[in-house]
């Protein structure tokens, strides 16, 4: 049997090793000139490192957890107090009541069993609402890589009801990027880059692909590990087209554009205590990044809110993070420390064409649509195909992997 991997993200990656353990012929076509997908490691000074995209460790008992024991590495829990940036102040929830009183609300919708819709929504209804709060809101949604108008609160309760991994979440102390350099070396004859496919034909006795200068591939089945936004684009032409039920899911789950921008100081000027910033006007989420050598602030910007970063230098960009930060804290350490500034859009980014998959109000059910096979020809994974609850991360996006290769191997 031969099987054809389309992506060189984590999930095809580890696919590939798994097919390679049991002997079966394989090969990865991967669209960049890199593995890893969004697990993207920039390296600076020789001796730094920042994460341009996945960063954060779930669940002490996954694969990624797993993988990183195996590569001796050694993680570093998320300690620490959440600011909250509420009527031009910096205050932690239990000081003002009724950012207490959202804050609440937003961990209890993980219980939440009403009428779909939407999460500005949802807050909109509440009694106590303001616009003071919108910005928390946005903070929340901006986790899940939304914003709130997009964010369907009972598919969102659903999934977090399906999470299995615990509450605990890490740094790494070493770089994402030896995660999928693990299992890329582990396959590396196997990987060919700069392969766009654009076409796949499945209705014959095998399914060709075919990248964009018109070459193609043979093999018996083909695995579909290529990120949401791709699908979306419809970047990747079907023959047949897929079933109406597959193109709905791909519809129907959410993903929207992102960028993350870190920031570098000379010194650590903030709260000793701080691990996140909620609520900013430009960027709604500000992360202290712990694992890296030199005091850092990572700010997450998802949504609409990335229309205002694009098309801007490094100096623009360092100085509206900047602006921001000295307003939230009311000084200007922000401006008069601040060294290096990194960012990355993922929306731009012509490989992914989005960040990562979230739940609307309509897409109940659509990770199973999505994941299902075709014709026992072609399979799909991902995080987006996730239906463990654990969409959206590495480890979730690995869980997929295995499921392909248990569906290819033991069925």
């Not at 047949?240 to 570098?264: F, R, T």
């Not at 000027?269 to 050598?293: H, M, Q, R, V």
Request: glycine share 8%; aromatic share 12%.
């Amino acid at each position: 049997m031969k099987i054809n991997i389309i992506g060189a993200g984590i999930s095809g990656l580890y696919t590939g090793y798994l097919l390679s353990k049991a002997n079966i012929d394989f090969e990865i076509f991967e669209a960049s000139d890199r593995s890893g997908g969004r697990i993207n490691t920039w390296h600076y000074n020789n001796e730094h490192f920042v994460e341009l995209g996945a960063e954060v460790v779930y669940a002490p008992k996954s694969l990624l957890i797993k993988t990183l024991k195996k590569l001796g590495d050694s993680i570093e829990p998320l300690n620490g107090e959440n600011y909250y940036a509420y009527q031009q102040q910096l205050v932690k929830r239990q000081d003002v009541p009724i950012v207490e009183r959202l804050i609440q609300d937003l961990y209890d919708l993980e219980d939440y069993t009403g009428e779909e819709m939407s999460l500005f929504a949802y807050f909109q209804q509440q009694e106590y609402y303001s616009s003071d709060l919108t910005n928390l809101v946005e903070a929340y949604a901006c986790e899940y890589g939304t914003t709130a108008e997009k964010l369907g609160v009972k598919n969102l309760a659903m999934e977090e009801s399906a999470w299995s991994g615990g509450d605990e979440e890490y740094f790494s102390l070493l770089p994402m990027q030896r995660v999928s350099d693990y299992y890329k070396n582990k396959v590396k004859d196997k990987i060919r880059y700069n392969k766009v496919i654009k076409h796949i034909s499945y209705s014959g006795d095998n399914v060709q692909i075919t990248d964009d200068q018109g070459n193609e591939y043979v093999s018996d089945k083909a695995i579909i590990s290529v990120n949401l936004g791709i699908l979306k684009a419809g970047d990747i032409n079907f023959d047949p087209v897929l079933p109406n039920k597959k193109k709905q899911a791909i519809k129907n789950i959410g993903i929207d554009v992102g960028m993350k921008v870190i920031l570098i100081f000379s010194e650590k000027w903030w709260p000793y205590d701080l691990l996140t910033i909620e609520g900013g006007k430009s960027c709604y989420e500000f992360l202290a990044t712990k694992s890296y050598n030199l005091p850092t602030l990572t700010g997450f910007v998802m949504g609409d809110k990335v229309k205002i970063f694009q098309g801007m230098n490094d100096k623009q960009l360092r100085d509206l993070m900047c602006t921001e930060l000295n307003n939230i804290f009311g000084h200007n350490k922000a401006s008069e420390t601040m060294t290096h500034v990194f960012s990355k859009n993922w929306g731009d980014d012509i490989y992914h064409k989005g960040a990562y998959s979230f739940p609307t109000p309509d897409s109940a059910g659509m990770r199973n649509i999505l994941a299902e096979p075709v014709g026992d020809k072609l399979f799909f994974m991902g995080e987006a195909c996730n239906i463990n609850g654990h969409a959206a991360t590495i480890h979730g996006a690995m869980e997929t992997a295995e499921t392909v290769f248990k569906n290819l191997v033991y069925k």
